[in-house]
């Protein structure tokens, strides 16, 4: 009988061979990843029509609580007590002049501003605050938000949706002709966080519940989150979560999300996003920059996601030591999807760690990265930066594919591209 025919490997390449196709990859990867078209899975933007709750412009870039924690830094407990006390003008002024003049602007946030000023055409380098205001005044917010948009390659964005925030519920309420490219995501941490205070909150909106989570009150909350959801036309539910969150367990939060989100999840369909990690007002006096980050019990999340194999989790952790584990349990749980590198984590150094070791567990089956903006022109910087990161990873691995011979095709680096992108993401809410 004659021998099977193998595949020939035929002559090894040399050393500049090899050379070759690896520059020739790399290029081919900066060019693709550069022009996918990103979906943005988490944001703290609004659509347009929501008015003032929508920042954009150059000093609500400076007055970021990323740049404002910087700018404390600075001040020796001095400026702590002053800063809140300011005008937004003067705060962007004060940060301006701290970071940005007194300082190298070195870091990830404060080259985050320079970045998107510099894609805009604008030279930042003048060091002129009050040219760059002047610019910025001559835009209308709909004109704006189509520059930067394209400008940051993004297709669309999810918000971060409560019914809870005073200006924004009642904005729901009453209605506007959505412009599809901002998607909505259902926020309950007030609802997990502070039961006692949401409970009061929805018997004043006409939900019958008592603070004791007995079965009609269970059935309330649901009604309300099934009301919401249809409201927003939510892609999920989410919610942030201290490090000691545990489950099972007797804590209200740990109850309501096993008898009530769960159940509502599940029956709608929308996976449930937990963003684990963060310890919220570390330093009260920083307000909004003065939230922390701990090391959470992903025991909890193992047994969320076996004992509710017909959900569907969306999760990101905020402790750089948490991720080794969080990725061993996407390797476990078809129902968990991984997102992003948050807040703390979105640093160029950890960003390429975190998604190297995600490539070599999981392969493109995860989101690399979402915003996290909360002004509209730093969605500009932060996929400016996010791109960059992703192409060289997936570079050195396509690299390390072709020394085997197996040298991916434009189209197949176009493909897992636009997975880590969000199609990874629209693939797992539709599963
Ligand atoms: O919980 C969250 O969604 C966090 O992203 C925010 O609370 C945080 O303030 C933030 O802006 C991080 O980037
Ligand atoms: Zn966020």
Same mark, same amino acid.
């Given at each position: 009988?004659?021998?099977?025919?193998q595949p020939r490997a035929g002559r090894p390449p040399t050393q500049a061979d090899l050379a070759g196709r690896a520059a020739g990859l790399r290029a081919e990867v900066q060019r693709v990843v550069a022009g996918i078209p990103v979906l943005?899975?988490?944001?703290?933007?609004? &659509? $347009?029509? %929501?008015?003032a709750l929508l920042l954009w412009g150059i000093d609500e870039l400076l007055v970021y609580h990323y740049l404002v924690a910087e700018t404390f830094r600075h001040g020796c407990g001095r400026v702590g007590s002053e800063f809140w006390r300011l005008s937004k003008t003067a705060?962007?002024?004060l940060v301006w002049r701290t970071l940005f003049q007194e300082n190298s602007p070195l870091s990830e946030a404060c080259r985050g501003v320079l970045t998107t000023l510099h894609r805009l055409g604008l030279d930042a380098h003048q060091r002129d605050l009050p040219a760059l205001r002047?610019?910025?005044a001559g835009w209308k917010v709909e004109a704006y938000v189509d520059r930067c948009l394209e400008l940051a390659g993004v297709r669309g964005v999810v918000m971060t949706n409560s019914p809870f925030d005073e200006l924004e519920g009642p904005a729901w309420l009453r209605g506007w002709r959505r412009d599809s490219r901002f998607q909505?995501?259902?926020?309950? &941490? $007030?609802? %997990?966080l502070n039961w006692p205070v949401a409970a009061r909150q929805l018997a004043e909106w006409g939900y019958r519940v008592r603070a004791d989570l007995?079965?009609?009150?269970?059935g309330e909350v649901r009604r309300f989150l099934a009301d919401w959801s249809r409201r927003l036309q939510a892609r999920y539910l989410m919610v942030s979560l201290p490090p000691d969150f545990q489950y099972p367990a007797r804590a209200a939060s740990a109850?309501?999300?096993?008898?009530?989100?769960?159940p509502h999840c599940q029956e709608s369909g929308l996976p449930f996003a937990l963003m684990l990690g963060v310890r919220r007002a570390v330093n009260p006096a920083l307000q909004l920059a003065g939230d922390g980050v701990g090391s959470s019990d992903l025991a909890a999340l193992a047994n969320l996601c076996a004992a509710h194999a017909g959900n569907k989790f969306l999760v990101t952790v905020l402790a750089r030591e948490n991720q080794h584990e969080l990725c061993v349990l996407a390797r476990k749980f078809p129902n968990l999807h991984i997102f992003g590198c948050w807040w703390f984590t979105n640093v160029p150094v950890l960003v390429e760690e975190i998604t190297r070791l995600r490539v070599e567990l999981l392969g493109l089956s995860f989101t690399a990265q979402h915003s996290d903006a909360r002004v509209l022109d730093q969605v500009i910087y932060k996929w400016d930066h996010a791109r960059a990161v992703v192409a060289q990873v997936l570079a050195d691995e396509y690299v390390r594919l072709a020394a085997t011979g197996w040298t991916p095709a434009p189209r197949d680096i176009e493909r897992d591209a636009q997975q880590v992108f969000g199609g990874a993401f629209e693939r797992f809410c539709r599963g």
């Open positions: 009988m004659r021998r099977q025919e943005d899975i988490h944001t703290h933007l609004y &659509d $347009p029509a %929501l008015g705060q962007a002024d002047r610019w910025f909505a995501a259902l926020r309950i &941490d $007030p609802l %997990l007995g079965a009609t009150t269970r109850r309501l999300i096993e008898q009530v989100v769960l």
